[in-house]
């Protein structure tokens, strides 16, 4: 059975900083990445690393700020949060693809200003 276990989430001021972890198990993926959704707003994406070529992808919104890594051994993809700002709010979900999509039941980052 595949599970997603997401944690790091908390209460950080603007400008602060967080780093999420997201431990996989169940089977290895192709790629794995972050969502988040704010209250009211819709799931978007926020970044994403390809476990075949080690490529990265992120949102307009947060390159520059955020890093995602990976530690294949421990099938665990890592979200660092730098420069944070309260629009960064969120519950923020892991997500795994190898063909079949799965998720997290996400964490939730608090920025205050």
Sequence with gaps: QVQLVESG???VQAGGSLRLSCAASGRTFSSMGWFRQAPGKEREFVATIS???????????VKGRFTISSD???NTVYLQMNSLKPEDTAVYYCNANRGISYWGKGTLVTVSS
């Design 72 to 74: 294949n051994a421990k």
């Design 9 to 11: 989430g908390g209460l």
């Design 51 to 61: 476990y075949t070529t080690g490529s990265t992808y992120y949102a307009d919104s």
